[in-house]
């Protein structure tokens, strides 16, 4: 239960209320947020003790502002900008905070500085690390991310420490996709490098013969908000276009005109392939040398998410074997990346130094995002766009915490099963209890399976405050059911918690019921979360570490044998339990592991002849 307790630990600050890591909300590029609407009142953040009257003429020059809700006086609170905000941000700010930009600080700068304000606001070009969060401590109550990607704020840090992080999700989606056209456009047309010729002097009209768009199939990979605001684009340039996004809704993709397909299908058919993933464990360098080599030869690549996507050393070999024409690249693993690096200098390369968000009206939106949503922090509310954020009273977390926990591994290990492109349509949280609806509010639990569902996908954060608008957003339909446990005085809260994604393909056939649904059921039992329902299995293992499934004859040995093979491979196993429908037809072994075994050990798993399919699932 690491990774939920650990996110719903009540931070430093939060002595009424709790932190639960989460809350990247994501909206089509075309919707404006109701941020205020979406406020409630947060604890953690709130402004520090209300001071009685202003201070005598002599005090430090802390200004006094009416901030809280209460109308109780209090120090105005103070806003470092760390990189260039539009004015029209600054100008939400100034009007509640002493704002002070300073732009290109070195990370000693920011070290040395950072302990003077109650907000910091960044873009992606600031670390916000452990060591500036540790520094901030006491006073640094609100990291703005004035954009989408976190992965230069360390979130883990900023909860511990009690920091509240916000991000702009929304505003710069048109400016990335407008420039992704721009990349594929140009490098089509060679547009780069014949203006540097032509500016050396140089007229060379043959050398850069450029490619028609029109007719040419473009791969979106990543159908989100980006993703699919390219994908309209590039259907008007008059291209065919297809996208992979195992977990975008169908219908989305349909009502678009996008062919939703595997990733292998999408690399294999594209003449150009466009990047719009986050950059999460699972894509990280997923572009690399065996990928390029099932691509066409002559494909073209543009990349606007996240340098991180691509293997660069695998791309500079593909280019330079001709496998990849031309890419052109707005993100770097490193950015800015080496003076020297082969695939900057590459000729068939076009570059631009992260500009996908650096249109004047995309900085103007997210500097207000960004801005409202770091004021109303500061007031004590919390935006659908905090990234990690208090919600539930302390006593209620308590009794339903390792509940909370078991919802979102059982949504972790769902999502994890899904395979396939029909995407997932409805989901089902069946909750077994003794008690009435007003003695057990399931939000939290049904945030926490949305959580789960989401945030190993995405670049979604997820919590109580957003969990609802981003599975709506996802266009994931998830309904409720309560079933009267038979035994009323029951202590406790829940007596099992199930979860169904209706009508969906899995990676684990033994997982989908016989309704054709993935079921996976889970109950408490000492404290800790336990899986006991896999597709129609019993089984009973602890929810700790890593699992995997293996659907295999049911037969005697079975257990020794896979046993042996982890054993042979240093993996410890924490648990162990078998479940099958009739005694020697199929059943199901499923093994809690604490280390991640590696690929020949699964396969030597997978391949014992009696094992029929078998799936690692992370928690
Ligand atoms: N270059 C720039 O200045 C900008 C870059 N970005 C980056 O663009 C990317 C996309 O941003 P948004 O569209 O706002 O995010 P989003 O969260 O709306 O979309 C990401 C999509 O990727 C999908 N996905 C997850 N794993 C996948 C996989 N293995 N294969 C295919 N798809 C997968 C998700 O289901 C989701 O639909 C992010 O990396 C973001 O940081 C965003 C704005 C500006
Ligand atoms: O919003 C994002 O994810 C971006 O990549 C934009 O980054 P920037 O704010 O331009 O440094």
Not at 28 to 43: M, Y
Not at 136 to 163: F, P, S
């Amino acid at each position: 239960m690491a990774a939920a307790s650990r996110a719903l630990l009540p931070t430093p600050r939060a002595a009424a209320g709790a932190s639960l890591a989460g809350a990247r909300a994501r909206l089509p590029a075309s919707a404006s947020l109701p941020f205020r609407a979406h406020r409630v009142r947060c604890a953690v953040v709130s402004s520090p003790a209300p001071v009685a009257a202003p201070p005598p003429s002599s005090a430090p020059a802390r200004r006094i502002s009416p901030a809280g809700s209460d109308g109780a006086l209090r120090p105005k609170p103070a806003v470092l900008v760390a990189e260039k905000l539009s004015e029209a941000g600054l100008a939400v700010l100034r009007e509640f905070a002493d704002v002070e930009c300073a732009y290109g600080m070195s990370p000693a700068e920011l070290l040395a500085k950072v302990a003077q304000f109650d907000a910091l606001i960044v873009r992606s070009g600031t670390k916000v690390t452990r060591e500036v969060l540790e520094a901030g401590r006491g006073r640094l109550r609100v990291v703005g991310r004035a954009g989408v990607g976190i992965d230069n704020v360390d979130l883990q840090a900023a909860t511990e420490a009690g920091c509240l992080v916000v991000n702009a999700p929304t505003a710069n989606t048109v400016a990335a996709a407008e420039h992704g056209i721009a990349l594929l456009a140009s490098m089509a047309r060679n547009v780069s490098q014949a203006d540097a010729a032509l500016k050396a002097g140089k007229w060379q009209r043959t050398k850069y013969v450029g490619v028609s768009l029109v007719g040419k199939t473009l791969a979106i990979m990543g159908f989100g908000k980006v993703g699919s605001e390219v994908a309209r684009r590039a259907k008007g340039l008059g291209m065919h276009v297809i996208a992979h996004d195992p977990y975008a809704p169908a219908d989305r993709a349909r009502a678009i005109g996008v062919e939703l397909v595997s990733f292998d299908e999408a690399i294999a058919r594209a003449d150009f392939i466009s990047l719009h993933m986050p950059l999460i464990p699972t894509t990280n360098k997923i572009f690399n040398d065996e990928s390029f080599a099932k691509m066409k030869t002559g494909v073209r690549i543009i990349n606007v998410a996240r340098g991180g996507v691509i293997d660069e050393d695998a791309l500079v070999r593909a280019l330079d074997s001709g496998k990849v024409a031309q890419a052109a690249l707005d993100v770097f693993t490193v950015e800015p990346p080496p003076k020297d690096s082969k695939l900057v200098l590459h000729e068939n390369v076009t570059v631009t130094p992260h500009l996908g968000a650096s249109t004047v009206e995309a900085q103007e939106g997210v500097a207000i995002e960004i801005a409202e949503a770091v004021v109303g922090a500061l007031r004590g509310e919390l935006a659908a766009t905090a990234v990690n954020a208090p919600m539930v009273p302390a006593e209620v977390l308590s009794e339903l915490a390792p509940y909370v926990s078991l919802a979102e591994k059982l949504g972790r290990l769902a999502v994890q099963l899904v395979a396939g492109e029909t995407g997932i349509k409805g989901v089902k949280v069946v909750y077994t209890t003794a008690r009435g609806p007003d003695d057990l509010d399931t939000r939290l639990l049904r945030a926490m399976v949305t959580k789960g569902l989401v945030e190993p996908v995405s670049s979604t954060f997820v919590n109580l405050v957003n969990a609802d608008y981003t599975a709506k957003q996802r266009g994931l339909r998830i309904t409720e059911e309560r079933v009267a446990h038979d035994s009323p005085a029951a202590e406790a809260p829940l007596e099992s918690v199930q979860v169904r994604l209706s009508q969906v393909q899995s990676r684990f056939a033994g997982a989908i019921s016989d309704g054709g649904d993935i079921v996976l059921e889970g109950r408490v039992k000492y404290g800790v979360p336990h899986l006991t329902l896999v597709g129609p299995y019993e089984v009973d293992v602890s929810l700790e570490g890593n699992l995997i499934l293996c659907r295999q004859i049911d037969q005697p040995g079975m257990i020794g044998k896979v046993g042996n093979i982890l054993g042979q491979r240093n993996v410890n196993i924490s648990f162990m339990s078998v479940g099958r429908t009739f005694r020697g037809k199929q059943a199901i072994m499923a093994i809690g592991v604490d280390e991640e075994p590696d690929k020949e050990t699964l396969e030597k798993i997978g391949g014992i002849p009696a094992v029929e399919e078998f799936v690692f699932l992370e928690l």
